[in-house]
């Protein structure tokens, strides 16, 4: 067992999700925004269609929509057996998914951005190494800045390659304290980012760029931006920003997988701010 984590056994069973995660409602929905946001048309400007762009622009898209509509899927799974509770940091699930899927943890941390979408509400929750998780939960989200102590179950919601992404569904939850959101300061370009991927998956950063595509679903959506250089996919709750304008987005980073050479990745939007 890794330095700080702490092993607890239960005896009887562990409690099923609510059936309100597999609703139809929600998996048509989910469905729905998944299938529009593969087969939108792709439209970068000119200058930016290459056939390196064009091929990572298209597997993003591949990659996110079974992202979303896996993730769904997964939280309706119940289980019921002898667990083995793991107590625990975010970082440590993150880097180690194949070791932590299907398993109980508790997790402390602070919650960065909170969102509802098909009527199952998200948050991701930040340790202090600063790596951020996202958790499902049935209740009213969060509070952005609530510190919390949350049990739930880790859950892998796509596999490419070598990659993972996961999330935990919420069973219980404690908040501890509050503080103020810490922001970072310092904009990286979207290449600085992609070089070092693995560092900085899961982790807040703050980029800059001009929007070049956007669409909204169902109250979610996404948009593109392009530093000049290279473009990277946000996923937003707030609305799409108007294309053509340069924006500054704090958010935290998530490497989906590495194929044919391209790293596919996305940005989950906390905050957004006109760029200067």
């Known amino acids: 067992m890794a330095t700080g984590e702490t092993a607890i056994f239960l005896e009887g069973s562990v409690p099923a999700l609510p059936k309100k995660f597999c609703c139809p409602k929600i998996a048509l929905r989910t469905l729905h925004i998944a299938l529009i946001l593969a087969h939108q048309r792709f439209a970068l400007p000119t200058e930016l269609k290459t056939e390196r762009s064009v091929k990572a622009m298209k597997w993003q898209r591949v990659a996110l929509s079974v ?27 993150i880097r180690n998914p194949d070791r932590f899927s299907n398993k109980t943890v508790i997790l402390s941390g602070q919650v960065i951005s909170a969102l509802s979408i098909g009527g199952v509400g998200f948050y991701l929750l930040q340790d202090e190494k600063g790596s951020a998780i996202t958790v ?15 049990k739930g179950r880790v859950r892998k919601a796509l596999q490419i390659g070598a990659a993972s992404v ?41 980029v800059q760029g001009k929007v070049i595509e956007g669409a909204d679903i169902l109250g979610a959506g996404y948009f593109i931006i392009t530093d000049g250089k290279e473009v990277l996919t946000i996923i937003t709750s707030s609305g799409s920003p108007r294309i053509g304008s340069l924006v500054q987005v704090f958010g935290v980073y998530n490497r989906l997988a590495f194929m044919q050479g391209q790293t596919i990745d996305c940005l989950i939007e906390i905050e957004r701010k006109a760029g200067d």
């Open 136 to 150: 499902a939960t049935q209740r009213e989200t969060p509070d952005v800045g609530a510190i919390l102590r949350v």
């Open 67 to 93: 992202f979303v509509v896996a993730f769904l899927a997964l939280a309706g799974r119940s289980c019921v057996q002898r667990s083995k509770v793991f107590t625990t940091e975010p970082s440590t699930v």
């Open 166 to 206: 996961i999330g935990v569904e919420e069973w219980e939850r404690k908040q501890i304290g509050f503080d103020e959101v810490k922001k970072p300061m310092k904009v990286l370009s979207i290449g600085q980012i992609r070089d070092e991927a693995i560092k900085y998956n899961g982790q807040p950063v703050l």
